[in-house]
């Protein structure tokens, strides 16, 4: 990972008002790496908020330090990532360590996604944020959501197959997030993916023309 830029969180909120763009989101599964793709295809500029995270918490990643200090040696894996298993499971269980983690993260993954935006090229941006409409925050500062929807059912098979989970692993992550009815409720434009991925196509051709549309010349 390169240096942690120096913009910092006001240069975020600075920056995203001037642009056009889209937050993509979506529960676990349904799709949005899949429908960011497809925009990516069609020339849009596409910025992974989770990429971002994962980068920070990755080898010499820009978090690295600061959760070894607050979390200790045992949270590092031996390759010098944070050991996300270890990570995953205590956030899980402790309210009080997922804050402290969130504490360290969010700052610098609003820098870097500051800065990514700064380097962006493209017709126009989609942001894909996966907690979009649990962390108020991003709902206001992009242009427009758009929430990929799928059937619970389909979400739970696709993670199962993709993962080696179980369905109750699923469900549980599914209750810790946004409810269906609660992201369709935050929407501007839904894509529907409960079929093949041949049937986004014609969803993604439309809306694509329709933010085109919306673009400032
Ligand atoms: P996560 O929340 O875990 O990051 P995501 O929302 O980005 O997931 P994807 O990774 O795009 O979802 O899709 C989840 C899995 O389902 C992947 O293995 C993907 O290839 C598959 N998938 C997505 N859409 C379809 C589809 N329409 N038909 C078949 N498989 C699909």
Request: hydrophobic share 45%; with cysteine.
């Amino acid at each position: 990972m390169d240096q942690p830029s120096s913009t910092d969180s006001k240069s975020l909120d600075t920056i995203l008002p001037t642009a056009f763009s889209i937050g993509l989101t979506g529960g676990i599964g349904s799709g949005k790496t899949t429908v960011a793709n497809l925009f990516a295809e069609r020339g849009v500029a596409v910025i992974d908020v989770d990429v971002i995270a994962h980068q920070l918490t990755a080898v010499d990643g820009a978090g690295i330090a600061a959760i070894h200090a607050a979390f200790g040696s045992d949270f590092i894996a031996a390759n010098g990532a944070m050991d996300r298993k270890k990570m995953r499971e205590l956030v899980f269980s402790n309210a009080d360590a997922k804050h402290r983690l969130e504490t360290i993260l969010h700052p610098l993954i609003r820098s870097e996604t500051a800065l990514a935006i700064q380097q962006a090229r493209g017709l126009y941006l989609i942001l894909a944020v996966p907690l979009l409409v649990e962390s108020g925050n991003w709902k206001q500062r992009v242009t427009r959501v758009l929430v990929i929807d799928c059937d619970e059912q389909t979400q739970i098979e696709r993670v199962m197959q993709r993962n080696t989970m179980t369905a109750a692993q699923v469900q549980a992550i599914m209750a810790a997030q946004a409810t269906r009815e609660q992201r369709l409720q935050a929407a501007n434009d839904v894509i529907i993916n409960n079929s093949s991925v041949e049937a986004l196509s014609p969803q993604i051709d439309k809306l694509h023309a329709f933010y085109l549309s919306l673009v400032p010349q």
